[in-house]
């Protein structure tokens, strides 16, 4: 309990010392780290972030979307084929039914991942265009992934 203690205690200290506030006359800065980020750069950064996870959202609701068309389509095929009334009939009906739900499935998912890949290109260039430190893409190259559906 006193190491978990002494534990907490130390890292607490080692954050604060590491964050610190300063300000400026006409700019508010921002220490982290090893960085100074002025406000117009959070600002901008910020920005940026948020048009790339609206654009992330955005994609992935679409991508819900296709994905529920393609199993009430599949729904509507199975019960049909289960109308036929020949064993070969219904075993082709099923056949189709589950090749159209796979292929709209698989155009989804590469929808999806295309427009994650857009989204984070363009958020490369918007970053780019905020000037920040090299050293604070590190971070984002770190979290940079896509949706794994």
Do not use: G, H
Not at 30 to 53: D, G, M, N, P
Not at 117 to 134: G, T, V
């Amino acid at each position: 309990m006193k190491k978990i203690l002494f534990l907490s205690l130390f890292a607490m200290a080692f954050v604060a010392t590491t964050l610190t506030f300063a300000s400026n006359d006409a700019l508010a800065k921002v220490k982290f780290w090893s960085w100074t980020l002025t406000s117009t750069q959070i600002v901008c950064i910020k920005s940026a972030v948020e048009k790339r996870e609206t654009y992330i959202i955005d994609v992935t609701t679409t991508f819900q979307t296709a994905l529920l068309s393609a199993l009430t389509e599949r729904k509507t095929n199975l019960l049909a084929a289960r109308s036929l009334t020949t064993k070969d009939e219904i075993k082709t009906a099923v056949k189709k039914a589950r090749n159209v739900f796979n292929t709209n499935k698989k155009i989804a998912k590469n929808n999806l991942r295309k427009s994650e890949k857009k989204a984070w290109a363009i958020f490369k260039k918007d970053r780019k265009a905020c000037k920040l430190p090299s050293s604070t893409i590190d971070i984002e190259k770190e979290n940079e992934s896509t949706t794994t559906i």
